[in-house]
């Protein structure tokens, strides 16, 4: 198989994803509860979260937060450097029967800077407080879904955050 059949076939799969996850979005109970969680995945649950843990954890929680607030500022910086030269348009604008169900942030799709930063912060924190994760790593996977969900990213856009994320978290914790 070669290379552009592979990414043809990719394509086609995350496409059919794509309309798959998003009718679910019709329902409004749905569209309502992915909102949510993609609102809080703004930043509000992670600021929240920030400063609640030195609260809670004292100087370890605050050396966390801190780690958290680091590695987030190079996750945006890296994730709109990676938008703005990979132009890639959003399902909703280059799928047909995809509906935008909650307006993006900004106007390309990959990768996804919420997936990073919800795998990002959650890897940071459960490293240092498993206890967390029973809470943080279902949140993230709420985050990561309603991207699909919502029309606002592909399946990869997501992958590609979660991963990115993910090797952020790594180099954080050996910096630390």
């Not at 552009?4 to 994803?17: A, G, N, S």
């Not at 309309?19 to 979005?25: I, K, S, T, W």
């Not at 843990?53 to 680091?70: E, H, N, S, V």
Request: net charge positive; charged share 15%.
């Amino acid at each position: 198989m070669s290379v552009h059949t592979l990414f043809l076939r990719v394509d086609q799969v995350e496409r059919r994803l794509c309309l798959f996850a998003n009718a679910a979005a019709r329902r409004q109970v749905v569209r309502t509860v992915f909102q949510t969680v993609s609102r809080l995945g703004d930043g509000v649950f992670w600021y929240a979260l920030m400063a609640i843990l030195p609260i809670a954890f004292g100087i370890d929680g605050l050396l966390t937060a801190a780690q958290m607030l680091a590695a987030g500022l190079v996750g945006l910086a890296l994730y709109k450097l990676l938008k703005q030269t990979l132009v890639r348009e959003r399902p909703f604008i280059g799928l047909l029967g995809i509906e935008c169900a909650m307006p993006p942030l900004d106007r390309y799709s990959f990768p996804s800077g919420h997936t990073l930063h919800a795998v990002l912060f959650t890897c940071i924190a459960v490293t240092h407080f498993p206890a967390l994760a029973v809470v943080l790593v279902p949140f993230a996977l709420l985050v990561a879904a309603s991207r699909v969900i919502l029309g606002l990213h592909y399946p990869t856009d997501v992958a590609a955050g979660a991963a990115l994320g993910g090797m952020l978290a790594m180099m954080s914790e050996w910096l630390r």
